[in-house]
């Protein structure tokens, strides 16, 4: 019954010590247990004796040999560390840092030559990858198939701090790696990315994992546990006096071997030790689940075990150095297995496992026990779930409420960012319009500095022009009005002399006497008269150069007015285009205003106001006029 078989008041401590004399078979005889009974005697397979002495010695064990199990051959040359099973072949870390790839007869198919300084001290096969630890604390990846380095990566300390031992959890898709560095890794066995660390106060030397519980083996002589889904250090299992250096779990225990020669068997649910196997003489460095049965090796001593009814089956002196691996190769009728040793000869045994419908009933009950217990645990766990999932459901539903206003606001915010966006779209268009007309603007300011000093040249010149037109037109009338003075005064002289000539001829022809008696009188006079005629003919032709000369200036004026007309005419076209300018600047100004961007109107406003000002500057009321406005109106 449950309250029989796991009562954890009434332990065993089962002592394997030295057979009977004559060399019987080791059986049920040789399984010594201790309980609180007062009865001497107990229907009970276990004999009552004293438990062993803390650091008591155990007695040698004569070699037994199962019929079951045997060696048939031995393989020549197998010096290795760690052995693992990929398909049909068997891949090995050497001892010389190598690892050789074998088939099933021992022959080597292919070797990976060594890392510089790197020698694999485990192995383990991760979907299509073998992962291989190694002792400079990288972990080599390498492929199955084409045997080359996929990736590579290291955590772990190198030197004496190499990769211990690894263990692939497949429902959680994680290898755990322990070394001597006192840490266990979890990597991720798709992208081999570092998930987390369990840190230890030793060495780790060996792993073994559950469906949800992490067991370690470290050299401060405990086992410890960690849950596997959370990280959490669960238990720690005291007992061994040194390090522990080998772990196996069957269907209803966790074994233990250790430095101090023993091996010790744990109930996995209660963390209780059932048991005490004291007959190795040296450190138990190797334990192995094969079948129902556990192999042990320590020093060149192998043992194999009864895994349920923890009865030890058969000794073999099998090496001659100390035992490193046990590998089962094959699965038939038979069971095939590799031994190495630091002889360097392997062995090659063949094992056969009857079943035993009793102890596989046995076994079932445990597994039985073990999940009611579980399930015990999982209620418990269930009931502190639902109550989490009641104040889940309620923060839920606040959480709801709060979500449906953050929708709203939300909402209101994509509103609010589309608004803004549109506001952003339309700022950038002004800034680039607003940066075109300033554009527009310094170009604009530019002609009209150029226009204005263009202009006031032009004035200086048109004054100099005017002022010069206006002597040129005094001198003109001054000219016209001396020629006119000097043509009458000819003409009055010429009628003058005309009306003196008849007068005279009138006297010479009263007085032809007097006359002739006066003809040389006349003659001086005529020929006085002469030089004066001779006289006002160079005068006449004189003024005539002075007023064709007169005219040609003239002529020069009226192109210079010509070409002042033109200016004229440039300057009127040059105020239109910038007047159209400034139209366009009101228009923008109104769109300012129609539109809520104050800022940008506030910015523009002195713009105009600028433009203005220039306008009502440089344009003269004609311009103004000319253009349909007026002086006042810029002014304003």
């Not at 022959?107 to 510089?116: L, N, P, Q, W």
């Not at 960012?417 to 607003?434: D, I």
């Amino acid at each position: 019954s449950t309250q029989s078989t796991w009562d954890h008041q009434k332990l065993l401590h089962v002592v394997m010590t030295s057979p009977k004399k004559g060399g019987a078979a080791l059986g049920n005889d040789y399984v010594k247990s201790m309980k609180s009974s007062s009865s001497p005697r107990s229907s009970s397979p276990f004999q009552y004796v004293r438990s062993s002495s803390p650091g008591r010695r155990p007695r040698t064990v004569d070699e037994i040999k199962d019929s079951s199990t045997c060696i048939i051959g031995a393989l020549e040359v197998l010096d290795t560390r760690c052995t693992l099973v990929v398909g049909d072949s068997v891949w090995c870390g050497e001892r010389d840092g190598s690892v050789t790839i074998r088939n099933f007869d021992g022959a080597v198919v292919h070797i990976i030559e060594r890392k510089k300084g790197a020698v694999v001290w485990s192995l383990n096969l991760v979907g299509d990858c073998v992962w291989a630890g190694c002792s400079d604390g990288f972990i080599r990846v390498l492929s199955t198939s084409s045997f080359k380095l996929v990736r590579q990566f290291a955590r772990h300390a190198g030197g004496g701090g190499g990769v211990n031992t690894m263990v692939f959890h497949a429902p959680s898709n994680t290898v755990f790696s322990g070394s001597n560095d006192f840490e266990i890794l979890a990597w991720d066995a798709t992208t081999t990315d570092f998930l987390r660390q369990l840190p230890l106060n030793s060495g780790v030397r060996a792993l073994v994992a559950d469906v949800h519980v992490l067991y370690a083996a470290s050299d401060n002589g405990l086992v410890t546990l960690w849950d596997i889904r959370t990280g959490e250090r669960l238990q720690q299992w005291s007992g061994h006096s040194k390090a522990v250096l080998s772990l196996a779990q069957t269907e209803s225990h966790i074994w233990s071997g250790s430095e101090d020669g023993t091996i010790r068997i744990w109930n996995p649910v209660s963390g209780e030790c059932i048991g005490v196997a004291e007959v190795h003489t040296g450190a138990v460095a190797v334990l192995k689940t094969i079948g129902g049965r556990v192999w042990s090796g320590a020093g060149d001593n192998v043992c194999v075990w009864d895994g349920e009814k923890l009865k030890l089956l058969g000794t073999y002196q099998a090496h001659g150095g100390y035992l490193d691996t046990i590998t089962v190769v094959a699965k038939t009728a038979l069971y095939k297995v590799w031994s190495s040793a630091t002889d360097k000869v392997g062995k090659v045994w063949e094992t056969q496992v009857i079943p035993d419908e009793t102890e596989a009933l046995r076994a079932k009950i445990a597994r039985l026990e073990r999940c009611d217990y579980e399930n015990k645990l999982l209620k418990e766990q269930l009931a502190e779930r639902d109550g989490r999932i009641e104040a889940l459901l309620r923060k839920q539903r606040e959480d709801e409420e709060e979500l449906s206003r953050l929708r709203a606001f939300a909402t209101e915010n994509v509103l609010l960012k589309q608004q803004l966006a549109e506001a952003e779209n339309v700022a950038s268009a002004l800034r680039t319009q607003l940066a075109s007309v300033e554009g527009a603007k310094r170009t604009l300011e530019q002609d009209l500095a150029a226009l204005g000093r263009v202009l006031a040249d032009l004035k200086d010149e048109n004054a100099r022009l005017l002022s010069t037109l206006e002597v040129q037109k005094a001198e003109s009338a001054a000219l016209e009005k001396k020629l006119r003075g000097l043509l009458e005064s000819a003409e009055s002289k010429i009628s003058e002399l005309i009306a003196d000539y008849e007068g005279r001829l009138q006297l010479q022809a009263e007085k032809l006497a007097t006359l002739q008696r006066t003809v040389a009188d006349l003659t001086e006079q005529n020929a006085f008269l002469r030089q004066e005629l001779d006289s006002s003919r160079g005068e006449s032709a004189r003024l005539a150069d002075e007023l064709e000369r007169a005219r040609g200036e003239i002529d020069a004026m009226a192109l210079k007015l010509k070409e002042l007309d033109s200016i004229f005419r440039s300057r009127l076209s040059l105020i239109t285009q910038v007047f159209k300018v400034f139209k366009r600047f009101e228009q923008f100004d109104k769109k300012f205003k129609a539109s809520s961007t104050s800022e940008l109107r506030e910015a523009f406003q002195p713009c105009l106001l600028d433009f203005k000002g220039t306008i009502a500057s440089h344009y003269t009321d004609d311009e103004l006029a000319h253009l349909g406005s007026s002086r006042h109106f810029f002014q304003l």
